[in-house]
């Protein structure tokens, strides 16, 4: 007896596997000075995850940083942080030139915009297909401006944004553009959250460098008492801006979530000692895998 050949029509369909919604994902990149290496170190481990990034909005360290991240020059971030030579930057000497001449800072931003032009380039942004976006105060009205990379015509404009977002009060002049000087954003928006709630992604990521929690240990001195201050008024702003971006309505994107070290890092603001950076970048990439792995990023 012949067996009957399955008709196509009655045959059983394999259902067709799922595809994985791949997220669209914004960073939002704290200031932090010389901390702001732990914030390298896990950009590296959300780039190595394939996270597709489309937006980056940085204040201070963070703006640089996020041009960086914004070109996917990764490698070149990195570079510069091991580079770092503290003997260039600041000293004790430094303050004591800052308050006791005419100076406006401690520093010219010789270094820093040396650093910028070599790097900061339009036709590097349009390659990379991400939107840059960095926040600086006006000194003359005192209101938070946010520059956008797609406002510059030229990649002087665009430099004079990033110099603008990172010149630190006190440490790095103004940057005039146009009839107004603009410093570090961080001052207002240390955690510029808010430049990206109007962007179409399914994930916000804020970067702080402010601790979830400190050490029971007791503060010993002013100096002590004074950098931890410093650390609760970036956090709480970190934190203000999470909360306000998660009942705004003008947010687009799904959720926003925090990423920030278990305890304060082990270097000062303005250490910038190589071997406590190197430290640093590992600590800001291992978190990162794990964050990444705990959010389920993909």
């Known amino acids: 007896m012949k067996r009957t050949p399955t008709s196509r029509k009655h045959a059983t369909k394999k259902a067709a596997p799922k595809r994985q919604h791949r997220g669209k994902y914004a960073l939002a990149l704290s200031g932090g000075a010389a901390l702001g290496s732990y914030q390298a170190g896990a950009i590296r481990a959300f780039f190595e995850a394939g996270l597709d990034i489309r937006h980056v909005a940085g204040s201070s360290i963070g703006a640089l940083n996020g041009y960086l991240a914004a070109t996917g020059e990764i490698d070149e971030m990195l570079t510069f942080w091991q580079r770092i030579d503290q003997k260039k930057l600041i000293t004790i000497n430094s303050f004591t030139r800052l308050f006791f001449s005419g100076t406006p800072s401690l520093l010219t931003d010789d270094l820093q915009r040396q650093l910028v032009e070599q790097h900061v380039r339009l036709d590097k942004l349009r390659a990379a297909k991400r939107e840059y976006l960095c926040a600086a105060i006006s000194l003359n009205t005192g209101k938070l401006h946010c520059f956008s990379a797609a406002h510059a015509h030229t990649d002087k404009q665009l430099q004079d944004f990033v110099l603008a977002s990172?010149?630190?009060?006190?440490?790095?002049?103004?940057?005039?553009i146009g009839d107004e000087l603009y410093m570090d954003g961080g001052l207002v928006r240390n955690t510029p959250v808010e430049l990206l709630e109007q962007k179409k992604v399914d994930t916000i990521i804020a970067i702080s460098m402010e601790p979830e929690a400190y050490p029971p240990e007791p503060l010993v001195n002013t100096g002590q008492i004074a950098l931890r201050t410093l650390s609760i008024f970036f956090?709480?702003?970190?934190?203000?801006?999470?909360?306000?971006?998660?009942?705004?309505?003008r947010r687009k994107a799904k959720q926003v979530l925090m990423l920030r070290p278990h305890y304060p890092l082990e270097m000062q603001q303005?250490?910038?000692?190589?071997?406590?950076?190197?430290?640093?970048?590992?600590?800001?990439y291992t978190e990162a895998k794990a964050f990444i792995k705990k959010n389920k990023l993909h």
Do not use: M
């Not at 250490?271 to 640093?280: N, T, V």
């Open 235 to 249: 956090r709480n702003q970190a934190n203000d801006a999470v909360s306000r971006s998660l009942v705004s309505r």
């Open 270 to 284: 303005y250490e910038f000692d190589p071997k406590k950076i190197a430290a640093l970048i590992e600590q800001g």
């Open 166 to 176: 990172a010149a630190v009060p006190g440490v790095f002049p103004p940057v005039k």
